[in-house]
């Protein structure tokens, strides 16, 4: 890479960490959990509003993973997931009612409370509707995973989002708080998704997914990105850019191989489309708070969101992670 | 007689313990050198556990550096140490930290009682390029390494270079060759004494104290001088991917591990507690061991191992960027792309599909909606022939096509004018076996009744060229190709499209009675003698003695003449 290039990306990432500091005052500190500087602690990083419902099968997934604290910050909730966040041992709360948007969609504040509590650690940094899988989840703790990272010098781990569904449509579906979302939301697309190459933060740009098919065929280029890297061996001087999609320095973009092999990957499966799903839709959509003035939740708002429904005839029930690297929808990468 | 065990250690003291701790139960006498880098403070337990133990001694601590001479040295500490302190030691065995025993301890003890005077050590020549993975192999031995590799790796890496240029060529010391091999060996003791107190043995230490990784070396080159009888494998199973990393052993390889050839196994992750727990306890029974799970064991690990490398031909994804690269393009799975037949015969995919049971697929790239089999506008995997989805990302299209149909026969025609940087691609695919009828348009503008000679003309050499640069495109690609001519394709159809079908369905066995309906194509001669009178050469009658053949992309075409 060009000198010039290299130090515009610097001054980029400068830019970064100083927006970050200008919102330093958004959060509010509420309560620190246990472990919260165990130095070998693996940590999740959250912003959320108003998932109470999702919370208890969100805090048992990441902590059978082998978790050992999650770092919260509560976009002023009114749902009681507060309080309930409060009663947790291994979950530290700040609180905020600044806007999630001028925040970045929430970066500047995950860039906060990682730089603060992240740094030596492999941070987890994903949405309460976002469940980490990896090659031999149903087997390794997450500390397996990380350790064998660490033997082969790697510091970022890509995960694409994928969108599960249920068959039935959104208004038939029964799901219970504390309940594994997928036994509800088992189906996913495993053909359909497309790679784009470049950009100027080096990372892959992924979409497609019943989204793309469903919400946005007319204008395919405006469909959400789905390439995510959620697990990173945080440093101070790191910082996300755009949601968990990309990262600086560009060399924690690079997880991908260009000449021929598979780098190690995982899923994280999107459990969005609960039922509570059309009621979230029409409340972001009137607080405009997300990204593109909430391009995506328009789109969603236009379909009769009640009705809504993905399944086809095409859909693959889920069933484990190695279903899905047989797919090719992620890699062991050579951990065997 | 019983077993010495040189144990090395330099973190993880808990799982040590052990691992200590079953060893001595099962009457095995250890020698342990700590690694003098790790703090106190993690290994004072160990220590206090084990300093006043009868049969367990500690060695002096000495600082080791992974693929320096040190540990060589650390080995030679512990061998010493059991020599001296256990006369009733008859062999010794080198582990570290992180091994686990995979049979009872009884069994070993068993198997060298009755391997008297046998050196249990890999030991392969060097230079033959077929042990080391991933790095330097004889000059190991020929050149100096005074840089950390693990610290230093600018360093280290230019002075390899700078010393290969100067051409630099250290001399083994006379009377060794080079050998390399595990580290993890077993010993007997003869053999052990002889080499401890080799005359030359100063000497040798200086030699290998300059050598690269000599912990896989130095053993292995002595012992050829000393042993009686030497058994060149490892006790100790491990297994190195292509980067020369060591395989980790988890919680779920429990049920192989018994299998495994060896008795120890390497390395153990530090939280395997089920690992731990089994294999370390009391009255750990292993049953005989059995070829198919260690060949399953093989199987499973290589599959995984062989994804960083390799990687899932055609297969795009998060952690794999297709690059078809050298202007070779990149699918999963063998495909056949019929041109020009629909535009020569009537319902030609349906006729086909049915002919060969297989599904034939429309125009998947046609202006519109993808024409998919069946008329569906969704195929395997979700995958939509949307247009404007489709013509998004039309390489990622095709290549998820292919990827996802990738275990059936894939059949689809292509026609699209003004799709050339997508023929070009199919054209550069090794996979694609593509039927291409040449002039395959001319009836369907013959039909069109354009009366302006100019527009006409105009037409014609649009299409020709089209005709002739796809031509040009499949004889340059990687493709397989077969080029009919029209005007033998519209005069034999029942031979053609037979053979077409044994093409793609081999084993059809009943040759079908209907054949489709080929186009309206009255007043062709006339058509084209219009064109020739006019200037335009087309000739497609040339070719009608010429049998349509296969080219690979390994045989020159023999191209119909212009």
Same mark, same amino acid.
């Given at each position: 890479m060009k000198l010039s290039r290299s130090y515009k990306l610097r001054l980029l990432r400068k830019k970064w960490q100083l927006r970050t500091w200008r919102k330093r005052k958004d959060l509010s500190f509420v309560k620190l959990g246990?472990a919260a500087f165990e130095p070998s602690g693996i940590f999740v990083f959250t912003t959320l509003r108003?998932e ?6 969100f805090?048992?997934?990441y902590?059978?993973?082998?978790i050992t604290q999650f770092f919260i910050v509560d976009n002023d909730s009114?749902?009681?997931?507060a309080?309930?966040l409060?009663?947790?041992?291994d979950v530290s709360v700040w609180h905020t009612k600044a806007s999630y948007k001028s925040a970045k969609y929430g970066v500047l504040w995950m860039n906060q409370l990682l730089y603060k509590y992240g740094s030596k650690h492999w941070c987890l940094n994903v949405d309460c509707d976002e469940?980490f899988?990896y ?7 997450i500390r397996?995973l990380t350790?064998?990272l660490d033997?082969r010098s790697l510091r970022s781990f890509p995960a694409m989002l ?34 784009q190459n470049g950009g100027r933060y080096g990372n892959l740009w992924i979409q ?16 959400p990105a789905l390439n995510k890297i959620p697990l990173v061996k945080w440093k101070s001087s790191y910082v996300y850019t755009s949601s968990t999609h990309s990262l600086l320095p560009r060399s924690l973009n690079l997880t991908f ?6 780098k190690i990957s995982g899923?994280l ?15 972001e959509?009137?607080r405009q708070e997300h990204y593109e003035e909430g391009q995506e ?40 | ?52 133990? =009868? ?96 610290k230093?790796r600018i ?90 990393? =060591? ?71 998060q952690s ?122 001319? =009836? ?119």
């Amino acid at each position: 890479m060009k000198l010039s290039r290299s130090y515009k990306l610097r001054l980029l990432r400068k830019k970064w960490q100083l927006r970050t500091w200008r919102k330093r005052k958004d959060l509010s500190f509420v309560k620190l959990g246990d472990a919260a500087f165990e130095p070998s602690g693996i940590f999740v990083f959250t912003t959320l509003r108003n998932e109470h419902h999702r919370l208890p099968y969100f805090l048992e997934y990441y902590r059978n993973l082998g978790i050992t604290q999650f770092f919260i910050v509560d976009n002023d909730s009114n749902d009681g997931s507060a309080e309930y966040l409060l009663a947790q041992p291994d979950v530290s709360v700040w609180h905020t009612k600044a806007s999630y948007k001028s925040a970045k969609y929430g970066v500047l504040w995950m860039n906060q409370l990682l730089y603060k509590y992240g740094s030596k650690h492999w941070c987890l940094n994903v949405d309460c509707d976002e469940f980490f899988v990896y090659p031999h989840v149903s087997k390794r703790p997450i500390r397996a995973l990380t350790d064998w990272l660490d033997t082969r010098s790697l510091r970022s781990f890509p995960a694409m989002l994928l969108d599960m569904y249920a068959k039935e449509n959104l208004e038939d579906i029964e799901y219970d708080a504390g309940q594994n979302p997928f036994e509800v939301l088992n189906y996913f697309d495993s053909g359909n998704y497309t790679q784009q190459n470049g950009g100027r933060y080096g990372n892959l740009w992924i979409q497609g997914g019943p989204r793309q098919r469903k919400f946005f065929a007319n204008q395919p280029r405006k469909a959400p990105a789905l390439n995510k890297i959620p697990l990173v061996k945080w440093k101070s001087s790191y910082v996300y850019t755009s949601s968990t999609h990309s990262l600086l320095p560009r060399s924690l973009n690079l997880t991908f191989d260009d000449r021929g092999g598979e780098k190690i990957s995982g899923c994280l499966l999107h459990s969005k489309f609960l039922p509570d799903a059309d009621s979230k839709i029409s409340e972001e959509l009137h607080r405009q708070e997300h990204y593109e003035e909430g391009q995506e939740y328009k789109a969603y708002g236009s379909q009769t969101s009640r009705n809504l429904n993905f399944w086809t005839a095409n859909s693959t029930r889920f069933q484990n992670w190695q279903q899905l690297e047989d797919l090719g929808l992620m890699s062991s990468g050579g951990w065997a | 007689m019983s077993i010495g065990i040189g144990l090395l250690l330099h973190q993880n003291f808990d799982r040590a313990a052990q691992l200590t701790h079953a060893l001595l139960r099962e009457g095995c006498r250890i020698a342990v050198h700590i690694d003098a880098k790790t703090p106190s403070s993690e290994t004072e337990d160990y220590v206090k556990l084990f300093a006043n133990h =009868p049969k367990l001694t500690l060695t002096k601590r000495i600082r080791c550096e992974w693929g320096t001479f040190s540990l060589v040295r650390a080995q030679l500490l512990a061998s010493e140490a059991i020599l001296m302190k256990f006369p009733e030691v008859t062999h010794v065995v080198q582990l570290s930290g992180s091994c686990l025993p995979t049979r009872p301890i009884a069994e070993l003890q068993q198997f060298l009682a009755n391997n008297q005077g046998t050196d249990f050590i890999e030991s392969v020549v060097a230079g033959q390029k077929n042990w080391i993975k991933g790095g330097l192999e004889a000059e190991r031995f020929s050149l100096y390494f005074p840089f950390s590799w693990r610290k230093q790796r600018i360093l280290f890496d230019g002075c390899v270079n700078i010393q290969r240029k100067l051409k630099i060529c250290r001399d083994m010391p006379k009377g060794l060759e080079p050998h390399v091999g595990s580290q993890w060996w077993a010993l007997c003791r003869g053999t052990l004494t002889a080499i401890l107190n080799d005359p030359c043995r100063r000497e040798y230490d200086r030699f290998f104290a300059k050598c690269w990784i000599p912990d896989e070396s130095y053993f292995q080159s002595l012992v050829r001088k000393h042993a009686k009888r030497i058994e060149s494998r490892s006790l100790t199973f491990s297994r190195f991917d292509q980067q020369g990393n =060591p395989m980790m052993f988890y919680d779920d390889h429990l049920e192989y591990l018994e299998h495994l050839e060896g008795f120890f196994v390497r390395k153990i992750w530090r939280e395997a507690n089920s690992l731990y727990e089994t294999l370390l306890a009391k009255d750990y029974t292993a049953d005989q061991r059995d070829r198919e799970m260690r060949l399953a064991f093989a199987a499973q690990t290589e599959r995984l191992e062989g994804r960083r490398n390799r990687g899932r031909t055609g297969l795009s994804m998060q952690s794999r960027v297709l690059k078809h690269l050298n202007n070779r393009s990149e699918t999963a799975a063998p495909y056949s792309v019929l041109l020009g037949f629909d535009k020569t015969f009537l319902g030609i995919d349906r006729w086909l599909s049915e002919q060969i049971d297989q599904p034939v697929h429309g125009d998947l790239f046609a202006i519109g909606q993808a024409e998919m089999a069946q008329n569906t506008s969704l195929s395997k995997g979700n995958l939509t022939g949307h247009s404007k989805i489709r013509d998004y990302a039309p390489l990622d299209f095709l290549v998820s096509f292919v990827w996802n149909h990738r275990k059936e026969p894939i059949t689809f025609q292509f026609w699209s004018v003004k799709k050339e940087k997508f023929f070009r691609f199919l054209a550069n695919d090794p996979n694609a076996r593509i039927h291409y009828i040449r002039y395959a348009w001319v =009836p369907e503008l013959m039909r069109e009744n354009i009366t302006n000679l100019a527009v006409l003309k105009r037409r014609v050499t649009a299409l020709m060229e089209m005709d002739r640069q796809r031509i040009d495109a499949l004889s340059a690609g990687h493709a397989n190709f077969k080029i009919y001519a029209l005007a033998d394709v519209l005069a034999k159809p029942a031979s053609i499209l037979y053979a077409l079908i044994e093409e793609l369905a081999p084993k059809t066995e009943t040759k079908p009675r209907i054949l489709p309906k080929t186009v309206d194509w009255q007043g062709l001669e006339k058509f084209t003698n219009l064109l020739k009178n006019n200037g335009m050469n087309i000739d497609f009658e040339l070719a009608e003695h010429a049998r349509p053949e296969w080219h690979d992309a390994k045989t020159t075409p023999v191209l119909i003449a212009e």
